[in-house]
């Protein structure tokens, strides 16, 4: 069980470690999600095919069909499979019967780059998600707060329970990293790039004169001071420019089972993503790609005081320059952090907000224009757009008052070739996915009991659809055979685990509705607890997995 509680917190962690708007599926039926919304950010809905002009490489290019989505509304998976599939039948069929499913809510992730926020900035990204748990998300809402460096831990998972969310939010501590060497004269990450990458050697200049006036050297030691800081602060800032990264590709790839399109705040100081310095460039555009491929749309909420961090401020300088050379250097300071931000919301088609003082109205206001979305599917005709290599633009016709936000290239779909686990597996794999497996769907509820003779006990009850599951004669009746495995975690990595196996007879079914219902007890002690059951059909060997939150006082 030891082994079965590592699997659980290395996948935990693993949101930690992965449509362009557009698709290519083996029918080379290419499908483009588009955002189109008026002046004041509203989504704009009711539009037909009619309405819309779409360019590939300049060229008009008719569509194949059109259809309006709302988003994390019960028909969105159905849309999407048959958008791609080309049947304009299902979709038609769609339509008749829109609206009379329940919605299942919308997915919500907030990356907190906590290595790149200042203590100040972290209390600014507090208040906006417990601003956004509290009084934005609704009952239906599964949203994940996730951060660069995994500080957060077991918690940030999706769920729908806010105390949970409440409990990730106020674990979150800043992880910014600045210069530590003792000195006046600060250099930011900005200044060592541009010293160190661009070979700005009028800030250079003023550097090595500051450094001579505070410590009173000569020219030769004070250059070797300067270049020392320059390298560190150069190394530094790029391992955290590709952790940041790297986290951000790994935490959207591992959204792939979760259908529809998925809303990702990613919050943020900013950082500088330079190509003399490293590869950060692409990796950022794995980050673009891998969002196209899985439907994630990126908001950028910038967290920077407007007038700058205290580490990068350049007007508390005990050795300011007035001088042309060092001219450039606070535009570079406000402009260069800001720039990933603008490219990772702008190229996955969502918006940049980078006015601190208003990030409530930004989260507001970005759920509302991405409430609904427009899919548009046409057919390559080139070699050039099989490859993936051109450039689309889509507008609405006669109508230069809405803007239509979209992703900014297309590439080929890559389909997931996992590799089965072995049946022993099976279980302990369903067990420890970030996401719920729905091929054996199940439900767990928990409640607890405090007992004056064993304590605290903690009741998980367990429900299958009989008719999901799979009969075969044994002794002269139908019989299915259902194996069980169950964990509870508390935020401390403490568990309580529990195997069962189900032997249900056909006769069974009509009791209940024909509902399989089952349960376990455990004594555990008080803590917030995460409940998870996985389950496996031994004759099918589909699998099937559910997970619940409980806090026990």
């Known amino acids: 069980m030891r082994r079965l509680l590592l699997i659980l917190l290395i996948s935990s962690q693993q949101l930690l470690a992965q449509t362009d708007d557009v698709v290519r599926v083996k029918t080379e039926l290419v499908q483009t999600d588009i955002t189109v919304v ?192 320059v390298r560190q602060m150069n190394a530094q800032s790029r391992m955290a420019e590709i952790n940041t990264l790297s986290r951000l590709e790994n935490l959207i790839r591992s959204t792939t089972p979760l259908a529809g399109r998925k809303l990702l705040f990613f919050i943020s100081d900013g950082f500088v993503v330079d190509a003399r310095r490293s590869n950060g460039s692409d990796v950022m555009r794995r980050v673009i790609n891998e969002a196209a491929r899985v439907g994630v749309v990126i908001y950028s909420l910038g967290t920077r005081s407007n007038l700058f961090g205290a580490g990068v401020d350049v007007s508390k300088s005990d050795y300011p320059d007035f001088s042309p050379r060092t001219a450039g250097r606070e535009l570079a300071e406000s402009k260069l952090p800001q720039e990933p931000l603008e490219t990772l919301a702008a190229e996955t088609g969502g918006r940049s907000y980078l006015n601190s003082n208003a990030l409530d109205d930004a989260v507001a206001e970005a759920l509302t224009e991405s409430s609904a979305y427009y899919l548009l599917a046409w057919r390559p005709d080139s070699e050039n757009q099989r490859a993936g290599k051109s450039q689309i633009k889509v507008v609405v016709k006669g109508r230069p008052d809405l803007r239509v936000r979209m992703r900014s290239h297309f590439f080929d779909f890559r389909s997931q070739n996992t590799t089965p686990a072995a049946p022993q597996n099976d279980l302990k794999t369903a067990l420890g996915s970030l996401y719920p497996r729905r091929d054996l769907p199940v439900s767990v509820s928990a409640k607890f009991v405090n007992t004056t003779d064993k304590g605290t006990v903690l009741n998980v009850s367990m429900q299958i659809n009989g008719e999901s599951v799979s009969f075969e004669e044994s002794g002269g009746k139908p019989r299915a055979i259902v194996d069980v495995l169950g964990v509870a975690v508390d935020d401390r990595g403490r568990f309580s685990s529990f195997t069962q196996k189900l032997d249900i007879p056909q006769e069974a079914l009509a009791k209940d509705d024909g509902l399989i219902k089952w349960g376990q007890a455990l004594s555990v002690p008080p803590g917030l607890y995460q409940v998870r059951v996985a389950v496996r059909d031994r004759q099918t060997g589909r699998t099937g997995s559910a997970m619940t939150w409980i806090e026990i006082f």
Request: proline share 2%; hydrophobic share 40%; net charge neutral.
């Open 38 to 229: 008026d002046k004041r950010g509203r989504f704009v809905p009711g539009l037909s095919a009619n309405d819309f002009e779409l360019r590939v490489d300049s060229q008009l290019q008719s569509l194949s069909f059109f259809e309006e989505v709302a988003a994390g509304s019960a028909d969105e998976e159905k849309q999407l499979t048959a958008a791609r599939k080309g049947d304009t039948a299902a979709l038609a069929k769609l339509r008749k019967t829109s609206g009379s499913g329940t919605d299942r809510g919308r997915v919500i992730f907030f990356f907190v780059d906590d290595v790149h926020l200042t203590g100040e900035s972290l209390t600014r990204a507090r208040s906006v998600l417990t601003q956004f748990v509290e009084n934005k998300m609704t009952a239906k809402d599964r949203v994940a707060v996730v951060s660069t460096s995994g500080q957060i831990g077991f918690l940030q998972q999706l769920t729908d329970n806010k105390a949970v969310l409440l409990e990730a939010i106020s674990r979150l501590n800043s992880k910014y990293n600045p210069e530590t060497i003792a000195s006046r004269v600060s250099i930011s990450e900005v200044d060592a790039t541009l010293v160190a990458n661009h070979g700005d050697r009028g800030l250079f200049a003023y550097l090595l004169e500051a450094t001579m006036k505070e410590f009173q050297t000569d020219p030769v030691n004070a250059a070797t001071i300067v270049v020392n800081r």
